[in-house]
């Protein structure tokens, strides 16, 4: 840090104050929001908390002026938090915003128009960003993390101001996307369904309304929840609406959604392209070029290789569970391929195919079943109706339909 006079900081310090009491009484949304956005690490609030650290009396400043001391329930604690933050206290600073948080939403509701909505969304952010970082330094101390805990909680205050009538409700949907970031976090996304209720089902608020990045965040966000359920019509929609309306130029947001978008495609029969896979440089893109390239060929070997391969990342995704279910329709492109084999040698006799047959393509994908096995596998492939025939029990044969014998997905998923 370079040299500061205690006469510059004293002129720092009240250059803030200045701006703050500007901006509220300008009702100046713009300039008001630059000054809580501590994450940011903007050099104007870098060198305001050098200042707070050399001007010791800075609590005096705010509460001697009329301008200052009726917001002084917001000054306080967040000069206090700049102080600790810049010192790398990241939990005595999160411990001072959440004050200025809880004083700020006060402040706020009291405000008629939502001129003060940018600044609400920075505090937003920046609570969850600073519970996750004393959390981690909780953590190395030994101590149990609870912080990111509580900034869901004052979130949760945050979208009770929202979720009324008027021009401040439009807010509610990013809130929500912070809410379902820090349940995802903490492994809590049970806790995503209330306020999903409340932004789907209350006739306060129209979906359309809300910007079009806060729709984005809140479809991928919920499009994960219907991959937990194994609702994957639901996830695909949510997801789709996710991709076709994220920025074009932000190529991180697309992975992140390509990389739950593939797995539900692939569950209801639609392969991507590996040009798609390529486009994005997605991590896993060789591993998801194998499971592509297995549902094609009917190669479970090379399935269960890729998924062994990845796991670990898969698992982290919440995806792992999605792609194991693939087995199905690679055992229904395995028997398709024996069946097209057999109708270029014999097209009357092609629908019957011996389990025999089948054990032994899977010996050769080193896959070692024996005809019992077969049976059951064959049995579920028809009662998913992923294949239509039935079974000639006493000759081990399962005699397919002659009409449409692999009825395709067609975009839905497979049976329960």
């Not at 305001?48 to 002084?72: G, P, T, V």
Request: aromatic share 12%; proline share 3%.
């Amino acid at each position: 840090m370079a040299y500061m006079s205690m006469g510059e900081a004293h002129r720092r310090i009240t250059e803030y104050l200045n701006r703050f009491s500007d901006a509220v009484s300008s009702q100046d949304g713009s300039s008001f929001k630059s000054l809580f956005a501590l994450s940011s690490n903007s050099p104007y609030l870098l060198s305001l908390a050098d200042a707070l650290n050399l001007f010791q009396d800075a609590n005096r400043l705010i509460k001697q002026s009329e301008n200052y001391s009726q917001f002084a329930d917001i000054l306080v604690p967040l000069f206090r938090s700049l102080q600790n933050y810049r010192q790398n206290n990241l939990l005595e600073a999160y411990n001072a915003f959440e004050k200025t948080a809880n004083a700020f939403i006060q402040e706020f509701r009291n405000w008629e128009s939502a001129w003060a909505l940018e600044a609400l969304y920075v505090i937003v952010y920046d609570i969850r960003v600073l519970a996750e970082k004393a959390d981690k330094e909780l953590a190395s101390n030994g101590k149990s993390p609870e912080k990111l805990k509580g900034a869901g909680s004052v979130l949760m205050k945050v979208f009770g101001t929202l979720a009324g009538k008027g021009s401040k409700r439009v807010g509610a949907l990013y809130v929500t996307c912070q809410l379902f970031k820090i349940y995802f976090k903490l492994g809590t996304v049970h806790l995503c369904r209330s306020v999903i209720r409340s932004i789907e089902t209350a006739r306060i608020f129209d979906f359309e309304e809300f910007p079009k990045r806060d729709k984005v965040t809140y479809m991928y966000y919920t499009g994960r929840l219907e991959v937990f359920n194994e609702n994957f019509s639901a996830a695909d929609y949510k997801l789709s609406y996710a991709l076709k309306y994220c920025n074009p130029q932000s190529t991180a947001n697309i992975r992140m959604i390509l990389k739950h978008l593939i797995p539900v495609k692939l569950s209801i029969g639609i392969l991507p392209k590996i040009s798609l896979l390529e486009k994005y440089n997605l991590l896993e893109v060789c591993q998801y070029i194998n499971i592509v390239q297995a549902l094609r060929r009917g190669d479970l070997r090379l399935l269960r290789r890729a998924l062994q391969d990845h796991e670990d990342r898969f698992l982290r995704s919440g995806v792992y569970l999605v792609l194991e279910k693939l087995e199905l329709q690679v055992y229904q492109r395995l028997v398709k391929k024996i069946y097209i084999i057999q109708k270029q040698k014999d097209p009357n006799r092609a629908h019957q195919v011996k389990l025999d047959v089948i054990v032994k393509a899977l010996k050769w994908l080193e896959i070692d079943m024996d005809v019992d096995e077969v049976e059951c596998i064959m049995a579920i492939l028809i009662f998913k109706n992923l294949m239509k025939g039935y079974f000639a029990h006493k000759s081990k044969v399962v005699v397919l339909s002659k009409q449409d014998p692999f009825p395709k997905l067609n975009g839905k998923p497979v049976n329960s």
